[in-house]
């Protein structure tokens, strides 16, 4: 609903409900009217949300352009890791 009313771009983010999972939320969301564009994250997915949020404002300012690289990187290197741990010690004795 505040997507009507403010005149910036949103990010809807669905939150989780006891009765439908978050799909309520999620369609409440996704069919907005036309004329009122709403950016959709997943459900619970604040972190992917904020991530959008920062590529866009990073579209006019290269100092934050440069620590979503670098947040990119970090994030390459963790799954790298995980990947190794997984390889050498098996799905069965992973955690």
Known sequence: ??????PMPVIGIPMHT????G???LYS???MPSGVPVATGAI???TNAGLLAAKMLAM??????????AYSKR???KVKRKDKKLSETGYRNYN
């Open 44 to 46: 619970g997915g604040g």
């Open 1 to 6: 609903m505040c997507a009507a009313l403010f």
């Open 18 to 21: 006891a009765s439908l999972g």
């Open 75 to 77: 994030l390459e290197e």
């Open 23 to 25: 799909r309520d939320s």
């Open 29 to 31: 969301i996704v069919q």
């Open 60 to 69: 006019s300012d290269s100092k934050l352009l440069e620590k979503l690289k």
